[in-house]
C-alpha cells in the first residue's frame, strides 16, 4: 500500500483514514474546514487538501498545512504533530457519531 519512508504520524493518520472507511478525502476535507471556521479550533494549523495524479497516472492525495493559527506554531515541528494526531481523533470522533446517528 505506501512505498518509501512515511513518518510514522502521518502513517499513522493514513492508516486511520482507511480504517475508519473514508475513501474520499472530501470527508476530511470537511472537518478541515469546519474546524477552521470555527471559534475555537482544534487544530494549531489550518489545513488544504488537493488531489493530484503522479507521473503513472495514479491519483493521490495532498495534506498540507498551510498557515498556523498562533504565529509562533510556524517554528515548531510538535504543532504539526499535535495537529496530525488531532486529525486522527477528529476522524474517529466523526465515524462514532455517524454509527450512532
Known amino acids: 500500500?505506501?512505498?518509501?519512508?512515511?513518518?510514522d504520524n502521518i502513517f499513522t493518520l493514513v492508516k486511520t483514514f482507511y480504517a475508519c472507511g473514508f475513501r474520499t478525502f472530501a470527508s476530511l476535507?470537511?472537518?478541515?474546514?469546519?474546524?477552521a471556521e470555527s471559534v475555537s479550533p482544534d487544530l494549531?494549523?489550518?489545513w488544504?487538501?488537493?488531489?493530484?495524479?503522479?507521473?503513472s497516472g495514479v491519483l493521490g492525495f495532498?495534506?498540507?498545512?498551510?498557515?498556523?493559527?498562533?504565529?509562533?506554531c510556524r517554528y515548531s515541528r510538535k504543532?504539526?504533530?499535535a495537529d496530525i494526531s488531532t486529525l486522527s481523533e477528529m476522524l474517529q470522533?466523526?465515524?462514532?457519531?455517524?454509527?450512532?446517528?
Open 44 to 46: 494549531l494549523w489550518g
Open 1 to 7: 500500500m505506501f512505498t518509501g519512508d512515511i513518518d
Open 62 to 72: 495532498v495534506l498540507r498545512a498551510t498557515k498556523p493559527h498562533c504565529a509562533l
Open 93 to 101: 470522533l466523526h465515524v462514532a457519531g455517524l454509527r450512532e446517528s
Open 29 to 35: 476535507e470537511k472537518l478541515v474546514r469546519e474546524d
Open 48 to 55: 488544504s487538501l488537493t488531489a493530484t495524479f503522479n507521473s
Open 79 to 81: 504543532t504539526l504533530n
